[in-house]
């Protein structure tokens, strides 16, 4: 099944603990994205790869990093979390960039104590 | 800069009934727009997009949208509504070529009473 996936979906964390959220997908994508949901703003882009190795900010990048070693693993790590990350995030993909159809996984419900 | 507006937090509409959940945007030469439903603790799934062509456009779901580049909108629309559309539904653009970021809209819950 064309998928993409996210772990954990759950996660309550404590301020300054480093935390990586994981995303996978198994349609060969090559643009992969991460997005924060938060009530009354809709979605943010926090950053997207448009291939291995090339990564670039979206909208709200600050306190987030992004990696992209393979094609189907896109990790958002947070280095030092804090309270005004809490937020409900989504990793996407799509064929052929930002202007395509995006696939969203499940969402990873994050809370900063 | 681009833009979306959602100008309805929530849309209740009657069983059966047609129901028109609005968009309207804002963006720089031709647009790329999209409509997507998230389900309770799911992920945005698509339902369907505009890029040319003909302004309707039919997606999933018995759903459609209609591009109207006058009134710069992009309104979803269902002829008969069923409980099971009760979602928050999103309204995305994306100036077509390049590699622009997709503005989202905030979202409009939409209640289907039985």
Request: net charge positive; charged share 20%.
């Given at each position: 099944?064309?998928?993409?996936?996210?772990?954990p979906r759950y996660l309550i964390t404590v301020t300054g603990k480093k935390l990586t959220v994981t995303c996978s997908q198994n349609m060969n994508h090559e643009y992969m994205s991460w997005y924060r949901q938060d009530p009354g703003l809709g979605l943010r882009q926090i950053y997207y790869s448009m291939n291995v190795e090339v990564t670039d900010k979206g909208d709200v990048p600050e306190g987030y990093k992004v990696s992209r070693k393979e094609k189907r693993n896109f990790p958002l790590i947070l280095e030092s979390p804090s309270p005004n990350q809490t937020s409900l995030y989504f990793c996407a993909s799509s064929?052929?960039?930002?202007?395509?159809?995006?696939y969203f996984g499940p969402g990873t419900r994050l809370t900063v104590l | 800069a681009q833009s979306v507006a959602q100008p309805e937090d929530q849309v209740n509409v009657a069983e059966?009934?047609?129901?028109?959940?609005?968009c309207t945007y804002s963006v720089s030469g031709n647009p790329y727009l999209f409509w997507y439903v998230q389900y309770p603790n799911r992920g945005l799934q698509f339902l369907?997009?505009?890029i040319t062509g003909d302004n309707l456009?039919?997606?999933?779901?018995?759903?459609?949208?209609?591009?109207?580049?006058?009134?710069?909108?992009?309104?979803l629309k269902k002829p008969s509504a069923l409980v099971s559309d009760s979602a928050l539904y999103f309204c995305a653009v994306?100036?077509?070529g390049g590699s622009y970021i997709p503005t989202f809209g905030r979202g409009t819950s939409l209640i289907v009473h039985p």
């Open positions: 099944e064309a998928q993409v996936t996210q772990n064929l052929r960039g930002q202007s395509d159809t995006q | 059966g009934n047609p129901l028109t959940v609005k369907l997009k505009y456009v039919k997606g999933s779901y018995g759903f459609e949208a209609e591009f109207n580049k006058s009134q710069t909108s992009f309104h994306s100036p077509s």
